[in-house]
């Protein structure tokens, strides 16, 4: 009896705070045309309220949490992360000691801009400094080819549509037939949402330091590359032969009512870039995309001081060499925040053509360029991220299958009351968090909670990526062994903290999803991650 006790005393001598601060969202419910209520719930993402929470009580003895309030240590702070690196510019133990700082308390965010890179695999965790500049030139490269094929793209669009219109009101027919036979089109309506904009010249690789803040836009470049192109045919087809999509003419589909119809392409290895993509469907990808930038919230503002000073001017031009439209009503940081939103999202479309857009995926961007400013290092972060996020946003739902199957067997595993009472609820299948998985909790925590718990995510990761888990992080591991689905631990965690709730009070699933998505602003991260750190250790061989 004492000793279970103990732990019970334990998690009540550990202070329990609520975040009142309730994150303001407006990414409205978008109908889909689908009968699989997998993808119809999709767009049931965003409700927002404010519940209690109940403590869980912890088995694992006197193993401790990384995370606990004891134990936990303040997070990477400037003058640490610059004393970490060697002559050479290669972090000290093989990146050891770097990822074991942030696991334990999260990163500092005047250097996030520059540590996101490590975490999210755009550099190698024992590269030098001359690496890294190599790489970081490369990813620009391929960054400026995917936002110039971007442009192409939308300039054929609208190509089509005025030689559509002109057709209409020709009375020769044969000419009318002549031109859909010739031209790889979209339809009329896809085809009017693609901006004209101008291509993107290859020249600003080597013009990074122009450009204000890293961000590229198409202003005064259409010459230069209508120079480029006269000149270096030949090696300009060449280089870009890795990122070039191929568009081919379609039978176009209905499917705008549907934001998550995507191309039926598939991209084996997203890392390389873009196999194949149709032009109907990067139509509506791009019709999307507008729609839910302009829509983004403006939690970040307050932290980037450098975005929200952005001038008028400024953000009016990004947004008019984007094709961004309908933002009159937003301030000039946001219309700035909005338009970044669109030219990276429409790279990365581009670039992963098997998963396209889809609603949720600004939410996992947001973020990242609030704290990155230039936008090739933050797409290239952003395809770190997607790595194991894109399965979030897969059409045959396999990724979130398999990920609340996992929280379902955690919870399982841990309390067989709290299971069984969802079974006979017949909400085993815990598709009551199906928003906390695809979002990676973006819509349950505030801001910076969301940082933190993502930058200790990235960190096991980054782990298991470099294989230093096994090895030098002996000690750690045996404490709270690295892995891939600490958000799925994390999740499983936050049900059982309002078990006695839901089985005293609840008696369908969907007042359980209600509570679920009624916990904005009233988690405590680290108390999270330390009930997640106790089903880590209990469970993950298990699971």
């Not at 992360?81 to 133990?93: E, I, P, R, T």
């Not at 044969?174 to 291509?199: F, M, W, Y």
């Not at 045919?233 to 990122?243: A, I, R």
């Not at 405590?524 to 209990?538: N, Q």
Request: hydrophobic share 35%; with cysteine; aromatic share 6%.
């Amino acid at each position: 009896m004492l000793v279970q006790k103990q732990p019970l005393m334990r998690a009540l001598r550990r202070s329990q705070t609520s975040l009142g601060s309730n994150n303001s969202t407006g990414s409205p419910s978008s109908p889909s045309s689908s009968s699989s209520s997998w993808i119809h719930l999709r767009s049931v993402l965003f409700i927002v309220a404010s519940s209690s929470s109940s403590p869980v009580t912890s088995d694992r003895g006197s193993l401790k949490s990384p995370w606990s309030r004891r134990r936990r240590k303040h997070a990477l702070l400037a003058k640490q992360w610059k004393s970490l690196f060697d002559v050479d510019g290669k972090l000290s133990d093989g990146g050891i000691k770097f990822l074991k700082k942030i696991r334990t308390g999260g990163v500092e965010p005047s250097i996030r801009a520059e540590v996101w890179p490590f975490l999210l695999g755009m550099y190698d965790v024992k590269s030098s400094k001359k690496e890294r500049d190599t790489v970081k030139a490369q990813k620009r490269k391929k960054y400026v080819e995917l936002r110039k094929q971007c442009c192409q793209i939308s300039k054929r669009g609208e190509r089509s549509f005025k030689l559509k219109e002109s057709s209409e009101n020709n009375s020769n027919e044969d000419g009318g037939d002549n031109i859909s036979q010739v031209l790889d089109s979209p339809t009329l309506d896809e085809a009017s949402s693609a901006a004209s904009r101008p291509s993107v010249s290859a020249e600003l690789v080597e013009e990074e330091e122009e450009h204000d803040g890293g961000v590229i836009t198409n202003e005064d470049i259409s010459d230069e590359a209508e120079t480029d192109s006269s000149e270096d045919s030949d090696s300009s087809e060449d280089s870009s032969e890795d990122t070039k999509p191929l568009l081919g003419s379609t039978e176009t589909e209905d499917n705008n009512n549907n934001p998550y119809d995507r191309s039926d392409s598939t991209l084996k290895k997203p890392e390389t870039g873009p196999t194949s993509c149709k032009s109907e469907n990067f139509a509506t990808w791009q019709r999307i995309i507008r729609l839910d930038a302009v829509r983004a919230n403006s939690e970040w503002i307050v932290y980037s001081p450098s975005q929200a000073a952005v001038s008028e001017a400024k953000a009016q031009q990004l947004a008019e060499s984007v094709g961004l439209k309908d933002f009159d009503h937003l301030e000039p940081c946001r219309i700035y925040h909005a338009a970044r939103l669109v030219a990276i999202l429409e790279a990365y479309a581009l670039y992963d053509t098997e998963i396209g857009y889809c609603q949720g995926m600004s939410d996992l961007l947001s973020p990242i360029i609030s704290v990155i400013e230039e936008d090739h290092v933050a797409f290239w972060c952003f395809v770190g991220f997607m790595r194991k996020a894109r399965h979030n946003f897969r059409l045959d739902e396999v990724g979130i299958r398999r990920q609340l199957n996992i929280v379902s067997k955690i919870i399982k595993g841990k309390d067989s009351h709290l299971y069984k009472h969802l079974e006979k609820l017949q909400a085993e299948d815990c598709f009551f968090v199906y928003r906390m998985v695809v979002v990676l909790f973006r819509r349950e925590l505030t801001f910076e909670q969301t940082l933190c718990l993502w930058e200790v995510m990235w960190a096991d990761q980054a782990a298991i990526r470099a294989g230093i888990v096994r090895s030098a992080w002996r000690r750690m591991r045996l404490r709270a062994p690295p892995t891939d689905d600490l958000l799925l631990y994390a999740i499983a965690a936050c049900v059982l903290q309002r078990r006695k709730m839901i089985i005293e009070n609840y008696s369908s699933m969907d007042e359980i999803m209600r509570e679920c998505n009624s916990m904005a602003g009233c988690l405590d991260v680290w108390k999270l991650l330390d009930d997640a750190h106790d089903l880590v250790v209990t469970l993950h061989d298990k699971i």
